[in-house]
Nanobody, 114 residues
Framework: QVQLAESGGGLVQPGGSLRLSCVGS????????MSWYRRSPGKARELVAS????????NYADFTRGRFTISRDNTKSTVYLQMDDLKPEDTAVYYC???????WGQGIRVTVSS
């Protein structure tokens, strides 16, 4: 059974940082690209960043503007999203996703507010 377990969300002030983690199980993590998406209030779900199985050719959405970093540790079956200089518009539910599949995590809430 494929499972994606996200953690690390919460409330942070503007300019602050959070690191999201997603632990995968029930599939071959090493062989799969992983992505982070988000859904902001009133908006459609959008891609934040993706990282292929090799860790090369990482893709970021324009809005990350160098503030976010996606990485993976295949030894821990974990993909990370380091988010720095957070802004109120980054408030959203963030989802972990296995690329090219229909598997999604349950989502984790990030709120950026003073």
């Amino acid at each position: 059974q494929v499972q994606l377990a996200e953690s690390g969300g919460g409330l942070v002030q503007p300019g602050g940082s959070l690191r999201l983690s997603c632990v995968g199980s029930g599939f071959s993590f090493d062989d799969n690209g992983m992505s982070w998406y988000r859904r902001s209030p009133g908006k459609a779900r959008e891609l934040v960043a993706s990282i292929p199985w090799s860790g090369r050719n990482i893709n970021y959405a324009d809005f990350t503007r160098g503030r976010f970093t996606i990485s993976r540790d295949n030894t821990k079956s974990t993909v990370y999203l380091q988010m720095d200089d957070l802004k109120p518009e980054d408030t959203a539910v963030y989802y972990c996703h296995i690329m090219d599949t229909t598997y999604w995590g349950q989502g984790i809430r990030v709120t950026v507010s003073s």
